[in-house]
């Protein structure tokens, strides 16, 4: 990743979504005036114009990270937000993709060419292709896996082959193997043929042959030791190791308890196939996070505040019904009393509070079963 690329916290964010947005207000302020305007070479000013604050936004977008754009996008209204994504360099496309929500990521997609999303996809990973294979159209899918290498269509298939809250579904296939009967001179001359290691690499892999995992050398060890010294004395034999079909919330719970950056995944076999890294549990943590808020309001993941009103009510009508119904049974309930309300006028006066106490005694029971679920107690 471009090391000049700025990551902004929250309010350098904020900052960030007003400058772009003052320049999209002025972008179209004067745009519209132009088009009001009759005078001559009228094209050339227009397009002028038309440059002027739309360079501005190219030149702050090119500085920020994936990640914070995406953000933008998620903030801004349909037309602006295709607008910006148009001055976005197209070999940043794929990362960005990867980070905005399912609802931006699809209304993004469709305002794509198939070559344009087949030049973002190929600048990905395998296992980032993967998380966003299952929104692009079929054809373009089947032309990138004809780009790939065997090895790759392999690990794609793979990737694609788990359930979205398995291991393997969030698994990485970039890491670092090396042999025990080798000298960590050895393993330091194969890592400097890397022009950079893969992201999160805290330990490398001790394999056999067969691709068994034999152990873990940790890059502290690697580094404090003389170099003459085997893999096998060094490495450790103790650790924790993740497979395929194991549920991805265990393996998140295993990442906080055991502090770890990486972890090994092994087939039945106790072959190497992949690794999960502490960025994929993180956003692993945040999505369920997220995905559990927006279930208690009665909302789905794929919300998008700026999506068009039909799409608001197919995502809520199911919640929206239910609680009419249970509206209506109230409403009988309350009925079924009228003659003990009319006799007794301070009954009326306590059911508003009767409602709002078990209002507020199901959120907190709410809460506390959900943090318990995500701690793993219950």
Do not use: C
Request: no cysteine; proline share 4%.
């Amino acid at each position: 990743m471009n090391d000049e690329l700025e990551h902004a916290d929250a309010d350098e964010l904020q900052a960030h979504l007003e400058a772009v947005q003052e320049l999209l207000a002025k972008h179209r302020l004067v745009e519209d005036l132009v088009h009001r305007q009759e005078m001559p070479r009228h094209d050339l000013v227009e397009d002028l114009v038309h440059k002027q604050h739309l360079g501005q936004l190219h030149a702050r977008l090119d500085k920020m990270h994936p990640a914070d754009i995406a953000y933008l996008l998620e903030a801004l209204p349909l037309d602006d937000r295709l607008l910006v994504w148009d001055l976005v360099r197209a070999d940043r496309d794929g990362d960005i993709l990867l980070e905005v929500s399912d609802a931006v990521r699809e209304s993004l997609i469709e305002s794509m060419a198939p070559a344009e999303l087949k030049a973002a996809a190929e600048s990905l990973d395998t296992d980032e292709l993967a998380d966003l294979a299952p929104d692009l159209p079929q054809e373009v899918i089947e032309d990138v896996f004809r780009s790939l290498s065997a090895e790759e269509r392999e690990q794609l298939r793979a990737a694609m082959s788990y359930p979205e809250d398995t291991v393997g579904a969030i698994m990485d296939f970039d890491m670092v193997t090396v042999r025990e009967d080798v000298t960590l001179e050895v393993v330091l001359r194969y890592l400097r043929r890397f022009d950079e290691l893969p992201d999160h690499t805290d330990q490398l892999f001790v394999v056999d042959r067969d691709d068994r995992l034999k152990g873990v050398l940790p890059l502290n060890v690697l580094l404090v030791n003389d170099l003459d010294v085997e893999v096998v004395t060094l490495m450790q034999t103790e650790y924790v190791e993740l497979q395929p079909d194991d549920f991805a919330d265990e393996a998140a719970q295993a990442f906080e308890r055991y502090d770890l950056v990486s972890a090994p995944v092994v087939d039945p076999d106790h072959k190497l196939v992949g690794r999960v890294t502490v960025n994929a549990v993180v956003d692993l943590i945040r999505e369920e996070a997220e995905s559990e808020q927006l279930a208690q309001a009665g909302l789905r993941e794929e919300e998008d505040i700026f999506a068009p009103v039909i799409d608001s009510v197919k995502n809520r009508w199911a919640w929206l019904a239910i609680n009419l119904v249970t509206a209506f049974i109230a409403s009988r309930v309350i009925g079924a009393f009228e003659g003990s309300i009319e006799k007794l006028v301070a009954l009326a006066a306590l059911m508003p509070i009767v409602a709002g106490i078990g209002g507020n005694s199901g959120n907190q029971t709410i809460t506390m079963i959900v943090r318990a679920i995500a701690m793993g107690q219950v």
